[in-house]
């Protein structure tokens, strides 16, 4: 399986920072790589897909780039409804696997 | 726009039984496989199976196998989950995910095995 290993598992920040994530996967997987923000008791809401594709809706200060096995994703000007958990997952092989997790809080 | 919606979520006994299934739309379902994804209370997020875009083939986490199978009804656009011998560690958001980056897209079901 690929492993997905994302950093930081936590994070505090103020609103208007600039808020960077990590993913490295265990080995190289293409653009197959994907982004979602969570918060409590809601669903995974998808914000990037295939490395660096906004989803609709999604707002431009998301961004996201990467190649073979280390992605990023970046929160320009934090907003306060930015503050959640934000997973990584790769689709490139099967079985999918995710990211731990980096949980954004507020300074 | 895409859409997967999931349903067959409950309260069920160790033991017990359970369908989900995941309406999906808004895109050409029969040409990508499907996968399930769930999540437990407080934790992170788990694959549990995925079928063949044409049903031939399927694969399942350890976790999960000879207890769930997963299956599909291109006609329809649905995809489902079988669940047998159901475990409390089972208790889970239970989510579809699929199209080309096999992305979830639903609000997920709700499982919970309890006694």
């Known amino acids: 399986d690929i492993q997905m290993t994302q950093s930081p598992s936590f994070l505090s920040a103020s609103v208007g920072d600039r808020v960077t994530i990590t993913c490295r996967a265990s080995q190289s997987i293409g653009h197959y790589l994907n982004w979602y923000q969570q918060k409590s008791g809601k669903a995974p809401k998808l914000l990037i897909y295939?490395?660096?594709n906004l989803q609709n809706g999604v707002p431009s200060r998301f961004s996201a780039i990467g190649s073979g096995t280390d992605y990023t994703l970046t929160i320009d000007s934090l907003q306060p409804e930015d503050f959640a958990t934000y997973y990584c997952q790769q689709s490139y092989r099967t079985p999918l696997t995710f990211g731990g997790g980096t949980k954004v809080e507020i300074k | 726009q895409v859409q997967m919606v999931e349903s067959g979520g409950g309260v069920v006994q160790p033991g017990g039984s359970l369908r989900l299934s995941c309406a999906a739309s808004?895109?050409?379902?029969?040409?990508?496989?499907m996968h399930w994804v769930r999540q437990a209370p407080g934790k992170g997020l788990e694959w549990v199976a995925v079928?063949?875009?044409?049903?031939?083939?399927?694969f399942y986490a350890d976790s999960v196998k000879g207890r769930f199978t997963i299956s599909r009804d291109n006609s329809k656009n649905m995809l489902y989950l079988q669940m047998n011998s159901l475990r409390v560690e089972d208790t889970a958001v239970y989510y579809c995910a699929g199209q080309e980056m096999a992305t979830i897209r639903g609000q997920g079901t709700q499982v919970t095995v309890s006694s």
């Open positions: 808004g895109f050409t379902f029969n040409i990508y496989g």
């Open positions: 079928i063949w875009y044409d049903g031939t083939q399927e």
């Open positions: 295939g490395t660096s």
